[in-house]
């Protein structure tokens, strides 16, 4: 008999994001603006999910005396083969992702969902894993936007999915020299819980942070939204604990400098899960702030403010940066202030007597202490007031900040609603941003306007450098009866665009399955022949994670990477309307 986990859908909702409750309906004023905006009739409708009970899962490709062997490992009760379990872990938070789970297709899953305990549970199971040739999918909070998490088998003869929530803990905190050790499950909100009573903070708050693990951040070199002050994910962490099929790896070093070597924590940061799973991290904290001050800034136009930025960036002294530094194009602005209530209508009406009709709305938060976050600001205003920016006050800053993490219930919501939503980010040098945003804003609306309908694409910064800056793209237009097509068409404009600009694929949702294709455009054919190598090294099999970051030896005519799922034999507009909706 096959044991199954506890099946709670509460800790995570099976076709979308995060807790349910959580979620918040469309007003009335965002769905008028969706109808004019892109020309859509039946925003109103609803069109949900089928019931769970209708979602297709393939048979379990794993026998009797294999399930057993990992029952012996972790304990029966932490080995499933559960539909639930199988299809909370059939892929990640693309659009894509929840589109085939939401017309019921889950044939994608993995075999086995595996919870270890510890870095050595992990070991046995890769050892048993790479003898029985079956892949293996690490799996953390499941956000990947990028096919990071799918169950793919490639010429295995079976897939599992490693989850670690149960390697959740604060193992040690050096208050001298300000770091930590957690195990890589752990989840953010759980992570700041650990560090408060000390008098810490990780500073990294991704969008997905409710959700996404320690591990997660790590293996995708994520950047959280208060980046800019803080650092990025491959800037705090230290050295990690990494169990491979080849055994256990430790990269990196405690110590605060060494010259010993070519860095190999580098080659473990943004792995993906293809050498091997993160098991445990020692990360940089800093101390909790005792204040944020919050200032809002309006400038004539995006390029206007990008500039304003750069000076910011250039001009104050580095410990003067905001640790949040956002800045919307027109269009998001627009949007914002349409959507906003009536606090923000004032706003837009003051701007336009200022003689700014189409503004670029930039927020700033400093954290520190209450007289130096303060003196920060003072100081950084008087860089953006000389850079043409119109001072707004606090309250833009504390609004964005009430629903920095309310995005993705956003867009269960919109699907819901006939909308095809979704989101993609790269980043430029100061010199290209310009042409970047102009060029990848311009192949998204071209792709999603290809079969005639309306479109909106809105953009914003978020992330500042000394050389340049992020270019974060949010887009809407009706979805279409094959909403994976159109989802394929406007990915591969986007990134062919980004190519030619001579940008990077991927500034913070790492490279997965979708950006495979385009990594060598980034770094070499030889650089992808060195991350082979590696592979080789630590994962001699080819069990971990297959498909994923790296491009296949042999790619098809068009450089496609593996497939994510067998394809669906059920539209999402097919399925909104069977007897099967809850």
Known sequence: MVTHLTEEISRSVWYGWGDPARARPLNAGALEFLRRTLRLTDVSAAHPPVALAAVRVGPCALGEEVLAELRAITGPEHVSTGATERILHAGGKSTPDLLRRRSGDALGAPDAVVLPGGSGEVGEVLALCARRKLAVVPFGGGTSVVGGVEALRGPFAGVVTLDLRRLDRLLHVDPLSRTATFEAGIRGP??????????????????SHQEATLGGYVATRSAGQASTGYGRSDQLVKAVHLETPAGPFDAGSLAPGSAAGPRLLDAVVGSEGTLGVITRATVKVSPAPADRVYGAWSFPTFEAGAQALRRLRHDGARGDLPHVCRLSDTDETASTFKLGGWKTRTLSRYLRGRGQTTPALALFVWEGGRREARARRRRGARILRRAGGIPLGPLP?????????????RRDELLTRGVYVETLETAATWGRLEETYASVRGAILGALQANGGAAYVQTHVSHVYSDGASLYFTFLAGLEKDGLAQNARVKAA??????????????????????APYLAAEIGELGVRVLRSIKDTLDPGGIMNPGKLIPPETPGAAGAPIPAAPPSTITTRDTADTEDTP
């Open 397 to 409: 800053g504390k609004s964005w900040e009430h629903g920095r993490f309310s995005g993705p219930y």
């Open 190 to 207: 759980a992570i700041e819980a650990a560090l408060a009573p000390h008098g810490f903070t990780l500073g990294h708050f991704p969008q």
């Open 494 to 515: 986007a990134s062919s665009a980004i190519v030619e600009a001579g940008a990077t694929i991927t500034h913070h949702h790492a490279v997965g399955l979708d950006h």
